[in-house]
């Protein structure tokens, strides 16, 4: 059984306070990791975005998931302040017992002029075959016309979701599912209209379109995913489905 699991930026950094993690959210998120390793999920892989890292380099270069930059320096930012992120996720699920290795979009994926994405798997295929933990990014990666846009870690679960066939499908936030107009958790989403009114972007700077953006992207997908925060991440480990499910109405 494969699972994709994005932990949220606005989890595991301070999201109003530039390039910081959040300590101890990362380790929680870790330790729920290490001991659904030890039971009930086999075939895991992790993708994280940004929070406070990545999305401020983003905006200052005026870089989003459409508007591109030619300027390496541009470049280098976003992509550095994501794989120093990637770090030191990687470092707290290491000290969690997890076999975590790394893999970076941005040497990997590319998209066309129509801003289709190609995302190879076959290294992740391959890492989860010998019993790794891949964990990916939300990266900047080349594209035709615009030099590099943002790849959101979304758009990463979507797309690998896809590739490997995941069984599940989960999405960690700081909120705990989509929250319609009294903060009340919508336990299932099937279209973008239904939540349209009440989808907004992000609190804090988001390049890549916040919650409404998340919502759009896991609508692409032919299996249910599933919007929670850290406190049910142990619950959709063990198999449930926690917060808001989102499954698109054929
Ligand atoms: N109807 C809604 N229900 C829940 N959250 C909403 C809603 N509308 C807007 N939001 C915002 O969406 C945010 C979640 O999206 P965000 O992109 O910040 O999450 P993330 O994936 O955890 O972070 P990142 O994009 O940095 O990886 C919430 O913190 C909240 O501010
Ligand atoms: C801002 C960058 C580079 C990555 C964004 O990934 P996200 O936080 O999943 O939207």
Redesign the pocket.
């Known amino acids: 059984m494969t699972t994709v699991l994005?932990l949220?930026?606005?989890?595991v950094?301070e999201?109003d306070r530039d390039e910081t993690v959040d300590g101890p959210a990362l380790d929680r998120a870790a330790d729920a990791v290490a001991a659904a390793r030890n039971g009930a999920v086999d075939d895991l892989v992790i993708v994280?975005?940004?929070?406070s890292f990545g999305?401020p380099n983003a905006a200052e270069w005026g870089v989003t998931t459409d508007d591109g930059t030619h300027d390496p320096d541009g470049v280098l930012a976003i992509h550095g302040a994501m794989t120093t992120l990637n770090k030191f996720v990687l470092r707290r699920l290491r000290d969690a017992g997890v076999p975590a290795v790394p893999v970076h979009p941005f040497s990997a994926a590319h998209r066309d002029a129509d801003a289709d994405l190609t995302l190879p798997a076959g290294q992740i295929e391959t890492l989860l075959g010998e019993g790794f933990v891949p964990v990916c990014h939300?990266d900047v990666v080349g594209h035709v016309g615009e030099g590099v846009t943002v790849l959101?870690?979304?758009e990463i679960v979507v797309d690998l979701a896809t590739q490997l066939d995941a069984d599940r499908i989960g999405?960690?936030?700081?909120?705990p599912?989509?929250?319609?107009a009294d903060d009340a958790v919508i336990p299932e989403i099937e279209t973008f209209d239904d939540?349209a009114d009440?989808?907004?972007?992000?609190?804090?700077t988001?390049v890549?379109?916040?919650?409404?953006?998340?919502v759009r992207e896991l609508l692409a997908l032919d299996a249910p995913a599933s919007i929670f925060d850290l406190d049910a991440l142990a619950d959709f480990l063990a198999g449930e489905r926690p917060g808001t499910t989102v499954e698109r109405a054929d």
Do not use: N, P, Q
């Not at 999405?171 to 909120?175: D, E, F, K, Q």
């Not at 599912?177 to 319609?180: A, E, M, P, R």
């Open positions: 994005k949220g930026g606005s989890v950094t999201k994280h975005g940004g929070g999305h939300g959101s870690g979304d999405v960690c936030s700081t909120v599912g989509v929250l319609d939540v009440v989808l907004g972007g992000s609190d804090a988001d890549s379109g916040g919650m409404a953006g998340k």
